[in-house]
């Protein structure tokens, strides 16, 4: 069960990654449906995870995880990472668990950990990338703001083909026009 909220919006909270959340993200990012979409090709053993839990929980590189919760439980993760201090930029990443894809949880969450990059770590830009057979993640970075802004041709080899990587990204002044 993840600890107390850091950010809290209508329906999602995002929770500090504690011990007590590796076994849900270690299950979660081996699920079939939910590793392709972030491009974990080969299975996370619990002991990479706790050793990743361990690394972020220390790391000082600017880097944030978050456990996305709704009514307490977790449903995903959400990391603000790529951290680029002299350009001021930032990337956000984020996997739910199956059984809640389609319900907003993404978009509240996306939008939440957004406009926290912008007020609390000062960034000038946020951006995404998705890879072109992920059509849910297209519109969630869209519904928030993101423009795209490229194409990493062929960037991607999963599942035996080559795919692109599509790049979205939203400037600090944009987020606070919407």
């Known amino acids: 069960m993840p ?21 849900f993200l270690h299950d979660t990012i081996n699920d079939p449906a939910v590793w392709p ?14 050793e990743w839990y361990e690394e972020q929980a220390s790391a000082d590189n600017g880097t944030v995880n978050f456990v996305v919760a709704v009514d307490g439980a977790p449903i995903g993760s959400l990391g603000v990472h790529g951290v680029d201090d002299t350009n ?12 809640h894809w389609g319900e907003g949880y993404g978009t509240e969450a996306g939008r939440l950990a957004t406009t926290y990059a912008f007020d609390q770590h000062r960034r000038h830009r946020v951006f995404a990338r998705v890879f072109e057979d992920n059509q849910a993640s297209m519109r969630v970075r869209e519904r928030l703001g993101f423009e795209r802004e490229g194409t990493h041709r062929d960037a991607m080899f999963l599942h035996g083909e080559y ?16």
């Open 3 to 23: 600890g107390r909220p850091f950010i809290s919006g209508e329906r999602v909270d995002l929770c500090p990654v504690s011990e007590d959340d590796v076994d």
């Open 37 to 50: 979409p972030v491009g974990a090709r080969t299975p996370v053993t619990e002991r990479e995870e706790r």
């Open 88 to 99: 001021g930029s930032a990337e956000l990443g984020v996997f739910l668990a199956e059984d």
């Open 163 to 178: 795919l692109d990587v599509h790049c979205y990204g939203v400037l600090e002044s944009e987020w606070r026009d919407q």
